[in-house]
């Protein structure tokens, strides 16, 4: 046998880095060290190293892939193993992108572990830095007598895992089903809080008697009153998100967690079409299982309170790899752009890739008003558009690619929305405010006859509750 010394450093530092890392044999095997924290997720097997790794390989040809987060190139090492001996080899991590200089950093908002996660203090303290993130949040969550790892966390900054590079922090996931699975409620995330929030499930996926009770919005009012942000999970699934919505309960909007769902804007457009000014935001759920992350401008050097900020007012973008910027009339993502009918707005959104986009479009109420293609893809570029202002709305750009990632997801960034105010109420508004009033009235129908509470007083406060979000919608018609 051989023994393969790695070390992994950036090009330009010079310095060791964390990374993950693929080792293929001259039989094609993936080979890692024993005791090595493996990455969890569908696509390619890695093996975590925190800049150094030794394993044993077979003779002959073998392959190294070495990834690092989302702005460096993946290196690839090619060489031909002696049948003993050492083979040291130095794989230098080349960035593509540093995002960083510009003001923008990325954050994952969403990670648990499971209970059958036997090392979290050691996978914790290496996910930030192998995925190249400034804010990590693991959160703890409640369903039946399941142990999750990330339960044994406390609430708060994690000092123990944080550093002046990597801010992490533990939350909490709020949530409700009507079954084990079957978005109920539905789902919200609650970061920068400093107390758990009670209860942290209510319905089955407490025990088989426990009610439906109390609504999600009551979790969205306890956290603010700490000084927290709410996220919505879940592409906008559950009864109580367009409720939520409407009463401005939620500060942001996650996309995309679980990375396993199809890549799903429907309900969050119709949520912006109605009127809703929710950020874009993303997590990866279980684990680190996608390269889903979300960017915050601070403008300057990362600092958590300004990134949080940043996250609120909707300075954001969202990818597993692709920059994405949008620049309408000279105002960002988070804007608001004072206008009129008629008139027209100069938009351009620029983007930068590793991996090839196939597809650029900018949106306007969800419409797309100019797009450009690549049928061999673009690693980097520029789309130039005039938008024509017939109505109040958003405007926001959108990359799509043919291409994966080695977790094998399709390549994608989105940007949060510009906001437009041209004193006209658009159609879009009217079909969105009349798709959630049906949504609502149906979700009525299960709390008055399915719903299970104490009592009749807390199904009263569930169905007056959506009743309010209702009125918003039937005011917009």
Not at 60 to 70: A, D, F, K, N, Y
Not at 139 to 164: M, W
Not at 181 to 209: C, K, Q
Not at 280 to 296: C, E, F, K
Request: glycine share 8%; proline share 5%.
């Amino acid at each position: 046998m051989t023994k393969l010394a790695g070390v992994i450093i950036d090009e330009t530092t010079g310095e060791p880095v964390a990374a993950r890392v693929q080792v293929l044999d001259s039989r094609g095997v993936f080979i890692h060290p024993p005791n090595a924290i493996l990455k969890v997720g569908p696509g390619a097997p890695f093996f975590y190293s925190d800049g150094a790794f030794d394993v044993d390989i077979t003779r002959g040809p073998t392959q190294v892939i070495v990834e690092r987060g989302t702005e460096y190139a993946p290196a690839i090492v090619k060489l031909d193993a002696a049948p003993t001996g050492t083979e040291a080899v130095e794989i230098a991590l080349r960035r593509w992108s540093d995002l960083a200089q510009q003001g923008w950093h990325p954050g994952n908002t969403h990670i648990h572990y499971d209970e059958k996660e036997g090392r979290p203090d050691e996978r914790l303290q290496l996910d930030p830095r192998v995925e190249d993130l400034r804010m990590t949040a693991v959160s703890i969550l409640k369903r039946g007598e399941l142990e999750y790892a990330t339960n044994k966390y406390p609430i708060g900054v994690l000092t123990d895992f944080s550093s002046a590079h990597h801010h992490v922090q533990c939350g909490e996931e709020s949530r409700h089903n009507r079954e084990p699975w079957t978005i109920g409620y539905g789902h919200i995330m609650l970061l920068n809080i400093r107390n758990a929030v009670e209860p942290l499930s209510r319905g089955v996926l407490v025990d088989a008697f426990e009610p439906d009770y109390p609504p999600l919005s009551y979790a969205c009012d306890d956290a603010r009153r700490q000084g927290g942000l709410v996220i919505w999970c879940h592409n906008g699934q559950g009864m109580e998100a367009p409720v939520a919505a409407a009463l401005g309960k939620l500060d942001a909007f996650n996309l995309f967690d679980p990375s396993w769902n199809d890549a799903e804007y429907d309900i969050y457009y119709r949520m912006l079409n109605a009127g809703m000014r929710l950020p874009a935001s993303t997590g990866s759920d279980w684990y680190i299982s996608s390269a889903n992350r979300v960017y915050s401008y601070t403008g300057g050097a990362f600092d958590y309170e300004v990134w949080l900020q940043a996250l609120r007012e909707g300075r954001t973008f969202i990818t597993n790899g692709p920059a994405l910027h949008l620049d309408v009339d000279g105002q960002a993502p988070g804007s608001e752009i004072e206008s009129s009918v008629g008139s027209k707005l100069g938009a351009t959104v620029r983007w930068q890739s590793h991996y090839p986009v196939s597809r650029i479009d900018l949106l306007y109420n969800g419409n797309v008003v100019a797009c450009e293609a690549f049928k061999e893809g673009s690693t980097a570029g520029e789309l130039v558009a005039d938008i024509d202002v017939n109505a109040d709305g958003w405007i926001a750009a959108k990359a799509s690619s043919d291409a994966r990632d080695s977790f094998f997801q399709p390549v994608f960034a989105h940007t949060s929305p510009i906001y437009v105010k041209a004193g006209r109420h658009s159609e879009e508004k009217k079909a969105a405010a009349a798709w959630f009033d049906d949504r609502i009235e149906t979700s009525l129908e299960w709390v008055r006859a399915k719903g299970r509470f104490y009592t009749d007083r807390q199904r009263q406060e569930v169905v007056d509750l959506f009743r309010q979000g209702q009125q918003v919608y039937r005011d917009m018609m």
